[in-house]
Every structure is written in structure tokens, then in C-alpha cells.
């Protein structure tokens, strides 16, 4: 349990350690956020508005940059550290809730997203970290484009499983990102629908 608390004091070096990775700034077709605008421009998609989950809940919102975030009720704020905006964890520590805006312009390719999620994770928990899923997804306001990734690491031998969701924050500049955490094996259809409150004003 000691370890699994330490997990609380390091998991937002990650945000740190990503920031020095490489990006993909070429704005690669299909990449959330790339710019293929034309000369006439159509109307922007009306949002779907937010729906409650169906579950007990609190929120977390940043008014600065412009999202909301619902985790369960059990859930007590804990420390975030390492350039990190906001942590949350059950009353086990896991599953866990780590909110960042990380310094990486939103056109970053899938791929390189994930190679810096896992040299991050594979240095904050001290062995290896793969990401066993990537894909682009549309958040559940139907309408802001995102990535989504699952990632296998250990963290001080504690096999864990992370889902993290990102989408482009309001400057444009960085990548908001909700990232998940629970034992490995456990369920990450939890873990999803967590991550998925990700909603932008």
C-alpha cells in the first residue's frame, strides 16, 4: 500500500517528462486538430449537450481552460505534482483520476503521443510501459476531436492499466488530458466512462 501511495506523489511527473518528448507538428491529415481549412468554411456542428453519468459524482472544472471533468463520489482530491492540474483517487488509491494540460501541439501524430506516454510512464513507475491501444475518437459532445490510448505499465512492481483521453484545450497550443488508472485485469469500461466526462464549454 505504501507504493500504491507513492503513486500519488509521482504519477504527474509524467507531465514533465512529456513535455521534453518530440511531436509531429506537420498537422498530419486525420490528426486532431489538423488545419485543412478551405476558403469557405462551414458552419461549426452544434455541440451535444452534457449528460449527467449515471452514477454519483463530483466535478472538476477549470474555467481557464474552458472543460469539466465528473469522477465518482468516493474520489478525494490528492495531491498533483509535477506540473499536473488536478488528481483524484478512490479510498484504495486505485482506480485513480490525473487530469494535465501537456505541452504538445494538439496535430501531434497518434504515434507520437504514445511514445512519449510510454517513456513517461516506463520512467515514473520504474519499469516498462506499453500502450496496448491507440485510436482517434470524438468526445461525447459529438463535435471536438480527440485521441485515446490504453496503456500497460507497472509502477513499483504494481501491474496497472491506464485510459487516457485527450483532446486540444482551448488555446490550441497543448493537449488536455484525462488519464485513468486501475489495476491490470480490472475493468477498463470503468476506467472509459470516467474519462469520457472530458467536456468542453
Known sequence: MKSLLKLATLSGVAVVLLAGCSANTSGAPGAPGASGASATEAPAPAKTPFVAPDWESQTYESE??????????????????????FSAASPNMVPRLDLTIVPMPPTSSLEDVGAALESAMAQVGGGEAKVTASKAVTLKDDVTEGMEFALDWTFQGFPLSSVIVGAPSATGESIVTVMVTGMQGGDMAELADIAYTLYFD
Do not use: I
Open 64 to 85: 481557464e481552460h474552458g472543460f469539466s471533468v465528473h469522477y465518482p463520489s468516493d474520489f478525494a482530491e490528492s495531491p498533483a505534482t509535477g506540473g499536473g492540474l
